[in-house]
C-alpha cells in the first residue's frame, strides 16, 4: 500500500515543491511517478524512484528506496499544475498512491 | 509516433459483459508487456491487469480476478480486456499502457499511455 502526502497543496510560479510516498513496506527502488492533467491521460516522469524519463524537463527529480520516496519540483512552472501519482512496481498487484493534487496559490 | 489507441467501451448493465481493445503503433508492440489500468470519475489509478510478451505470464487485480480476461495478438498489435459479470463499481475510464521494459512482466514504470475508452455500469 501507498500513501501519498499531501493530497492536495497550493503553490505559486517559483515555488519548490515536495510530495511524498510512504509504502507499507520495503519495495526497493521500484517506484514511478506520474503526472496527470485534467481530462488527459497520466504521462511518466520518473521510474525507478530516481531516474528521470526522457523529454521530462530536469526540474523534475525523485529520491527514495525502502519505503520512503519523494518527487521534487525545484521552481514550479505554470504547465506543472496538475495532479500527481506514485506507483509501485515491487510486486503484483501493482498499486498507485491515493494522488497529490498540485493547484494555484 | 509511438501511441495506443482503445476502443470498446459503453453503456452496459450489471452482471452482463464488454470487451476492449488496444491497437499500439509506433513500436514493435510484440517485444514489451502491456497493462491495463483504470480511473474511476474523479478517483484515482487503479492497476487492472498485465500481460508479457508471449501471454505466459498474466496477472490482475484483486477486485477483478475470475471476471476479468487479458489477452494479446501481437500479429495485430493489438491487447484486449474482456469484462465479464460487470459491477456498478467498474464504472471507469480504462486506459491501456506500454510497459517501459521488453519481454517479461517485471515492469519499471508505464511509458506509453492511450487516451481510454470509459465504460458506465448502470441499469
Known amino acids: 500500500q501507498l500513501t501519498q502526502s499531501p493530497s492536495s497543496l497550493s503553490a505559486s510560479v517559483g515555488d519548490r515543491v515536495t510530495i511524498t510516498c510512504r509504502a507499507s513496506?520495503?519495495?526497493?527502488?521500484?517506484v514511478a511517478w506520474y503526472q496527470q492533467k485534467s481530462g488527459k491521460a497520466p504521462r511518466l516522469l520518473i521510474y525507478?524512484?530516481?531516474t528521470l524519463q526522457t523529454g521530462i524537463p530536469s526540474r523534475f527529480s525523485g529520491s527514495g528506496s525502502g519505503t520512503d520516496f519523494t518527487l521534487t519540483i525545484s521552481s514550479l512552472q505554470p504547465e506543472d499544475f496538475a495532479t500527481y501519482y506514485c506507483q509501485q512496481l515491487y510486486s503484483f498487484p501493482l498499486s498507485f498512491g491515493q494522488g497529490t493534487r498540485l493547484e494555484f496559490k | 509516433e509511438v501511441q495506443l489507441v482503445e476502443s470498446g467501451g459503453g453503456l452496459v448493465q450489471p452482471g452482463r459483459s464488454l470487451g476492449l481493445a488496444c491497437g499500439g503503433s509506433?513500436?514493435?508492440?510484440?517485444?514489451?508487456?502491456m497493462h491495463w489500468v483504470r480511473q474511476a470519475p474523479g478517483k484515482g489509478l487503479e492497476w487492472v491487469a498485465g500481460i508479457n510478451w508471449n501471454s505466459v505470464s498474466i496477472d490482475y487485480a484483486d477486485s477483478v480476478r475470475g471476471r476479468f480476461t487479458i489477452a494479446r495478438d501481437n500479429a495485430e498489435n493489438s491487447v484486449f480486456l474482456q469484462m465479464n459479470s460487470l459491477k456498478v463499481e467498474d464504472t471507469a475510464l480504462y486506459y491501456c499502457?506500454?510497459?517501459?521494459?521488453?519481454?517479461?512482466?517485471?515492469?519499471?514504470?508505464?511509458?506509453?499511455w492511450g487516451q481510454g475508452t470509459m465504460v458506465t455500469v448502470s441499469s
Open positions: 499502457a506500454k510497459d517501459h521494459l521488453k519481454w517479461e512482466l517485471t515492469p519499471d514504470s508505464f511509458d506509453i
Open positions: 509506433g513500436f514493435t508492440f510484440g517485444d514489451y508487456a
Open positions: 513496506q520495503g519495495i526497493n527502488s521500484n
Open positions: 525507478t524512484a530516481s
